[in-house]
């Protein structure tokens, strides 16, 4: 028998947990405290975490729920996920980096980065995703024709895009070191890419994120960088970080049950006989 004792009285802070107050105690603008004020919406934010967890672009969204204390200065668009915007400002200072984003029917999308690259064709991210827009969508580039939009037949397949653009300044190992665990794709001149589009309607496509398989390594690399002094860990931000644990923790253990069901029913041969 397994002495399960442990793991109900154990009090341990997960790593997740560990990286989120990391995150808090280095990053711009006092860090998750500034992201809410007396009224914040928790229960909405528990919707809301399943999105924060695991989604790169899920700006209007978090919008909705942050309201005008969402504030990214380097944001040309669209506003990406906060956690991972306050990360980046724990490396990186805000005026040394830019994000353009942008999420919506894969038409839309495709047609807006089209018209950036147009109009400069020598951005090395615009050129990369054009390319891959010309071979997934048939688009001749070379004349700068874009997805035709047809009102009776609306794209109803979704999908995202996102540049991020870092100065001369920024240490070029450290960004390497951060994008090993962030969705991007290094697509040259200080410029890094990720993107996920399709035409299978119906279908929303997102950039995935995962901060959990890659918690305790992050939490490593923000251990290089002394906190902020004036982050302080507010009531709002145990519950805004608590909130977050939960949801991957429950995640988690579904996943992990769901599994251990799985296993004991092809142990048994059938669902009845472990119910029996």
Request: charged share 25%.
């Amino acid at each position: 028998m397994i002495d399960l004792r442990k793991y109900i009285t154990e009090e341990a802070q997960s790593d997740f947990s560990k990286l989120l107050y990391a995150i808090h105690a280095r990053s711009s603008d006092g860090g998750f405290s500034m992201l809410m004020d007396d009224d914040f919406d928790f229960n909405f934010l528990k919707d809301l975490a399943p999105r924060l967890n695991t989604t790169l672009l899920c700006g209007y969204e978090s919008e909705d729920l942050f309201g005008g204390y969402l504030s990214q200065k380097r944001i040309l668009n669209e506003n990406i996920n906060p956690i991972i915007y306050k990360l980046l400002t724990c490396f990186f200072d805000e005026m040394d980096f830019e994000i353009d984003a942008f999420s919506g029917d894969s038409t839309g999308v495709s047609n807006y980065f089209l018209e950036k690259y147009y109009r400069n064709p020598n951005d090395a991210a615009l050129q990369s995703i054009a390319k891959d827009i010309s071979r997934w969508f048939d688009v001749d580039i070379q004349n700068e024709k874009y997805i035709p939009f047809d009102e009776e037949n609306l794209d109803e397949a979704y999908g995202g895009a996102c540049i991020i653009r870092f100065s001369e300044k920024c240490d070029s190992e450290l960004i390497n070191n951060l994008m090993e665990f962030m969705p991007f794709a290094n697509t040259g001149d200080n410029t890094w890419s990720s993107y996920t589009l399709g035409d299978y309607e119906g279908y929303s496509f997102s950039i995935n994120i995962d901060l959990w398989e890659f918690s305790n390594k992050l939490l490593k690399l923000l251990e290089t960088i002394p906190p902020k002094g004036n982050n302080d860990v507010t009531h709002n931000v145990d519950r805004f970080i608590n909130i977050l644990d939960i949801h991957r923790e429950d995640y988690q253990m579904g996943m992990g049950n769901e599994q251990l069901i799985e296993d004991i029913i092809q142990s048994f041969c059938s669902e009845m006989e472990v119910i029996l």
